[in-house]
Every structure is written in structure tokens, then in C-alpha cells.
């Protein structure tokens, strides 16, 4: 197994000498009634107190919550930047949680709406540590989000005293009507917002405790979306970043004659990383932006267009960062796919804490799978221990 980084951290190595413990072990594939009290809690910084105690008690409160910002607004630093508006939230308890949520969770379902697409609904299981919450980490899956992110990693940052949330869409998240992968994103943004108020405890919480994500391919999109175009840089503090993510470039990836640039460096054992998408994945692409040429020999000029429109880096999109840390991982093994080099493109735009992010490759892996590398579960728990502190203080 190699491992190359770009930018393994101080912070990172001090946490790794510090850990004791072993760890075993796409977008790309687009491809009841409840009970307890009405509350309406503050947004963009308010807490819940209610919602939040019922989630650290096991307990059930139903409420509505509107996260909302008016309207697509300009970010203050950057006149290049459009800060998309997220929508509102409604969540309700559940009396127990799904089969394939981790053992221990207490559940709820969150349904998102927002302007101009149908409403979709999440289950949140939330596990707390056995000590006080340092932080907590959402997980998100790859694809469009359908099933939990179950991964044995999630004992190890439970030991670190970490809150963990487990995010399942009842449909994928990113798909819209009318077709379009941004506007879906508009849920991703929402419900990051309502967890953060909601469960992780809100402003107040940001000022000790770190808020956080970890997602894989699709899951990696739905961080990356909330923070480049929906203005949610003002509450993570730090993502990692695995296999992708594919969206970052839609239009490269459907039509790679539109890149005239030189070959993907990702990283030694990357030096020239696939971006071109193919079949099935083609089909899924039209399908989640209601396109009709992805991999077509000639693009239509207005699929082009959406595309362009639609990606992570497009016109609009925010990627400077200065409180919000961020990493890249990728898997360098066998059976890779265009995850890896449609993900260097967001990695070149970004500047997470005012830097280039750390890119770290394994080899012992297939596929988007790069924590099936033992090195790369044991690495990516440390990291997230050094890397998920409060920098919104």
C-alpha cells in the first residue's frame, strides 16, 4: 500500500501519535405522527434547545423550522460569488430507527423543502459518545444519499467523543424537477443548516465544538454544494472530501473535448486521473439534468450550457474558505472510474483556511473505495480528530 499526500498536516501527525487505537478493516452513481410541542427556533446561528435535548434524551418533539434566506444574494467579500438561498425544514421523531442505522441511534425524519422542486425527506440517526460531544460529524454515502453511511469508522470517532449523524434520503437528493443537480443541492444546504441548529446545538455549540462532515463520491457533493453555493461555509468546520466528486465538472466529464488543459494530476500514483464519464453513468447524468448528450459524440450546445451551469466549480460558486478546513482523499488502486480526476478540478479552486487542501491517495483499494485501504480508515479518523475543531468561534 503507498500513501502520498500533498499536505499531510501538522495537526494531523500530532493526532495520530496521540491514537492509541486501530481502526479495522458517486455522485456518480445518479445512478407518523408526531408528538411533543410546535417550535419555531432561530436560524443561521439560533439553537433549539428543545429539539436539541430530545435528540441527546432519546425523547420525541416535532418541529418546524424555517432556514431560509430570502434570496440569491452576493457574498460581502466577492462580488464574483452567488450565495443561493436554502429553504426550510420540518422534522418529526421516529420511535425507532431503521434496520441499517448504527446500533444505539436515536432517529428522526427531516423534510426539506425548497423553492421549485418537490419536498424530499431524510432520517437522521444520531449516536452520541459515551463523554461530552466534542464535535459532530455528518456522514454522508455516495450516490444520491438513499442509504446510511454505516462505515466501522464511525466506533472509532464515537471513542473520540464525537456526535454522530447519519444522513438517508427517502429519494435522492439530487434529483430535481425541473432537472438540475444545483437546484437539488438547495436540500443539501437546508438540512446542513437544520442539523446544525438543531442537533449539533447552533452558534453557542461553534464556539467550543466543531461541526463537520465526511462524505464519499455523491456524499462529497453534498458538502461541497452547501459550501460553494449555498453560503454553508458559515457553520462547517471542517470536510473531508473522498472519491470525487464527480459533479464538480459535469460539463468535462459529459463532453471531455471542452478541456484543452493538460493531463489530471491528483498525485504520484494519480499523475494523469480519468474524468471522462461513461456508461451507465452517461445515461444517469441526462437523466438527473434532463440532458440528452452526455458522451454523446456532439454535445448539444444547450446541454453544454447546463451542465456549466450546474457544476460544483460554475459561475457563482464561493471557494475561498478561511474558517472552514477541508481535505481530498482519493483511491489510487484498481477498477477507478472519473471520480478522481472530475474531483481535481474542485481541488484546484478551493482554499479551505487560506491554503490548498491536503490530498491524500491510497493504493490498497478498488474503486471509489478508498477507505477500504486499512491506512486510509485509520488515517481519516485521525484527521478528522486534529481537523474538526471550533473555527467559527
Known amino acids: 500500500m503507498a500513501i502520498h499526500s500533498s499536505a499531510l498536516t501538522p495537526s494531523y501527525a500530532r493526532a495520530r501519535a496521540m491514537l492509541s487505537w486501530a481502526l479495522p478493516g458517486l455522485l456518480c452513481a445518479c445512478s407518523s405522527n408526531p408528538s411533543g410541542p410546535t417550535i419555531v427556533p432561530a436560524t443561521d446561528g439560533g439553537r433549539d434547545v428543545a429539539v436539541e435535548s430530545a435528540v441527546k434524551d432519546g425523547g420525541g418533539v416535532s418541529d418546524t423550522t424555517t432556514s431560509s434566506d ?19 425544514a420540518t422534522s418529526a421523531p421516529l420511535a425507532t430507527c431503521p434496520g441499517d442505522a448504527y446500533t444505539g441511534a436515536t432517529c428522526m425524519t427531516v423534510t426539506v ?61 439530487p434529483q430535481a424537477t425541473p432537472a438540475s443537480a444545483l437546484r437539488g443541492a438547495c436540500r443539501a444546504g437546508t438540512l446542513s443548516q437544520w442539523i446544525y441548529d438543531n442537533v449539533h446545538g447552533g452558534a453557542e455549540a461553534a464556539k467550543t465544538t466543531g461541526f463537520c462532515g465526511l462524505g464519499l463520491s455523491g456524499g462529497g457533493a453534498f458538502f461541497t454544494y452547501s ?34 488543459g493538460g493531463p489530471r494530476y491528483v498525485c504520484p500514483d494519480l499523475p494523469n486521473a480519468p474524468f471522462a464519464f461513461t456508461p451507465p453513468t452517461t445515461g444517469q447524468i441526462d437523466g438527473m439534468e434532463g440532458t440528452h448528450t452526455c458522451g454523446a459524440d456532439a454535445a448539444a450546445p444547450a446541454d453544454i450550457a447546463k451542465w456549466t451551469a450546474d457544476s460544483i466549480v460554475s459561475p457563482g460558486a464561493d471557494y475561498e474558505y478561511p474558517q472552514t478546513g477541508m481535505s481530498f482523499w ?15 478540478f474542485l481541488v484546484d479552486k478551493v482554499r479551505p483556511l487560506g491554503d490548498a487542501p491536503p490530498v ?11 477507505l477500504g485501504d486499512p491506512s486510509a480508515a485509520t488515517a481519516s479518523v485521525a484527521d478528522m480528530v486534529a481537523g474538526c475543531v471550533a473555527n467559527h468561534k
Open 330 to 344: 482519493f483511491c489510487a488502486g484498481t477498477d477507478l472510474n472519473e471520480s478522481s480526476g472530475l474531483g481535481s
Open 70 to 88: 430570502a434570496e440569491s444574494t452576493k457574498d460581502a467579500g466577492n462580488t464574483d460569488v452567488d450565495v443561493l438561498p436554502i429553504g426550510t
Open 227 to 260: 459550501v460553494a453555493h449555498y453560503g454553508r461555509k458559515s457553520i462547517y468546520d471542517y470536510l473531508e472530501i473522498m472519491s470525487g466528486p464527480s459533479v464538480a465538472k459535469l460539463d468535462f466529464g459529459c463532453d471531455p473535448s471542452l478541456y484543452d
Open 113 to 173: 423543502s425548497c423553492s421549485g422542486i418537490a419536498d424530499d425527506t431524510a432520517t437522521l440517526a444520531i449516536t452520541q459518545p459515551g463523554g461530552t460531544a466534542v464535535g459532530t460529524v455528518l456522514l454522508m454515502a455516495g450516490g444520491g444519499g438513499t442509504k446510511f453511511f454505516n462505515i466501522p469508522e464511525i466506533s472509532g470517532l464515537l471513542a473520540a467523543n464525537f456526535r454522530i449523524v447519519e444522513i438517508e434520503w427517502e429519494s435522492a437528493w
Open 360 to 370: 491524500n491517495c491510497f493504493t490498497d483499494c478498488m474503486g471509489e473505495n478508498v
